[in-house]
């Protein structure tokens, strides 16, 4: 009869504090915002961000640079507005999206993590909050925040004085932060749509940069020519559109308008795309795991 052999491996149960499904969610979400700022990596994944946002926020520094020089001698300085600078940063928000959104996707379901997550308290739902929350904290941010600074400036070298300048103009805070949402959402749902069906994250960025820049002037030929409907799928132009209307300003003469169409409509498209972009990335990625 064999004799039984016991092993001692050294096996030692998790003696710390179980964090559970909230701890998981916190761990994806933190390190979504890795990948997306490229922190933890090689340089060359940290150098495109780091350019995108100091190009967005140089102008406004400078800006208000300029205006507390002037004011030593009793000059004045016109800053442009808030509608003008989203006109800059939407361009690069876009681009942004589109690199981001593949590297917070398609890693994961390439080399297998996703099989990972599937064993700690993680539900898909879970796993595309996460990710898009963490793109979402970095694109609004990078949206928001030089509008924040030009504020600032602005209240600085007021001469009403930074108190009542703040208190009297705090609305324009909160609208250009509704703009910067309307700008993710009119663009990383669309982008993660995309990357749930690529192998590739350059692959998929470029399919998404593709089908956004060429709808812009099909579009316009098309309403041009005589079939004003078809204005509806200019998607660069929805989120301008309705920043514009947010802002109460008029800064292009945007493909929707030209068609005869109401910037709440251009809110309609944004939630539709979105939705129905996010219901095609949860079904693949339910697929998947």
Known sequence: MAEGVVFDLGYRPHEGERLGRSGARRALYKDGLR???GLRRKMRRKVFPLVLMAVSILPALFFVALSVVAGEFDQTVDFFDHPQYFDLTGSMALIFIALAAGELLIPD?????????????LTTVDYLIGRG??????VISFLWFPHLVLFLGRAWVSSEGFGSYV??????????LAASVVYFA???PLAFAVASVSKRAALAAGVFLGVITISGPTSASLVDAGFPSLGLFAFQHHPGYVKDWILDSSTHSWIPERAGYDPIL???????????????VLFRQRRIT
């Open 35 to 37: 990948r997306v700022l």
């Open 133 to 138: 929350a963490a793109l979402a904290t970095v």
């Open 186 to 188: 009119a663009f990383a």
């Open 266 to 280: 251009s809110v309609v498209v944004i939630v539709t795309v979105a939705v129905a972009s996010w219901l095609v």
């Open 167 to 176: 208190t009297s103009e705090a609305g324009v805070l909160l609208t250009t």
């Open 109 to 121: 379901r390439v080399h297998g993590t996703l099989q990972v997550y599937a064993s700690r308290p």
